[in-house]
């Protein structure tokens, strides 16, 4: 059974820092272009970041370059993305997900909450 | 940045009624170098992760039952489901991965009439 399964959301004060990660099972990470994306309370998705296969390439929105990085371990089956400078704004369920033709796999999502 | 245009923001349906969504994107997704549509259409749930139904425009995800069909080309997009049922209560998104930044439409929420 293919599973994404997200850890490290919480809350955070602004301006703080956060680690999620991202544990594939079921299948080879390595296969597949891996994503963030994100939905705000009450609002859409958004797609935030992307890594190619081997790392070498990443894209992210506009709103978190310079703030957020992503991050992948193949050996590990797994996925990262370190959140810096938080805003409330960042508040939202963080989703792992695997691209091909689309984004053919998804965890449940972490929450991520930014408040005093 | 393309921008994903859905309409309508909701719609309700009668049980055994067809829906259909729109979504327009602001520029073309169809790539010229292999003749696809790098547009897809997911379902969400509350409490539940997106689920991938439609990808290419046309092409009905493994497993995704045939009253859900996509179509359209270039700029101009619908999401089908030809015969309602109650399962299918949810919200959809289209999603262009043909450039970077990947952008969904704002949803539209499916309801029962």
């Known amino acids: 059974e293919v599973q994404l399964v997200e850890s490290g959301g919480g809350l955070v004060q602004p301006g703080g820092s956060l680690r999620l990660s991202c544990v594939a099972s079921g299948f080879s990470l390595r296969n597949y272009w891996m994503n963030w994306v994100r939905q705000a309370p009450g609002k859409g998705l958004e797609w935030v970041t992307n890594i190619k296969e081997d790392g070498s390439e990443e894209y992210y929105v506009d709103s978190v370059k310079g703030r957020f990085t992503i991050s992948r371990d193949n050996a590990e089956n797994s ?28 965890g449940q999502g972490t929450l991520v909450t930014v408040s005093t | 940045d393309i921008v994903m245009t859905q309409s309508p923001d909701s719609l309700a349906v009668s ?4 829906a259909t969504i729109n979504c327009k ?21 509350p409490g539940q992760p997106p689920k991938l139904l439609i990808y290419w425009a046309s092409t ?29 209560v949810a919200v959809y998104y289209c999603h262009q991965f043909y450039d970077i930044p990947s952008t969904f439409g704002q949803g539209t929420k499916l309801e029962i009439k």
Do not use: M
């Not at chain 1, 369920?93 to 984004?103: D, L, T």
């Open chain 1, 79 to 106: 996925l990262f993305l370190q959140l810096n400078s938080l805003r409330s704004e960042d508040t939202a369920v963080y989703y792992c997900a695997a691209s091909g033709a689309g984004i053919v796999y998804w």
């Open chain 2, 15 to 18: 049980l055994g009624e067809r």
């Open chain 2, 25 to 45: 994107s602001s520029r073309s997704v169809l790539s010229r170098s292999n003749n696809k549509n790098y547009l897809a259409w997911y379902q969400h749930k």
């Open chain 2, 60 to 88: 009905r995800e493994s497993g995704v039952p045939d009253r859900f069909s996509g179509s359209g080309s270039g700029t101009d997009f619908t999401l089908t489901i030809s015969t309602l049922k109650a399962e299918d």
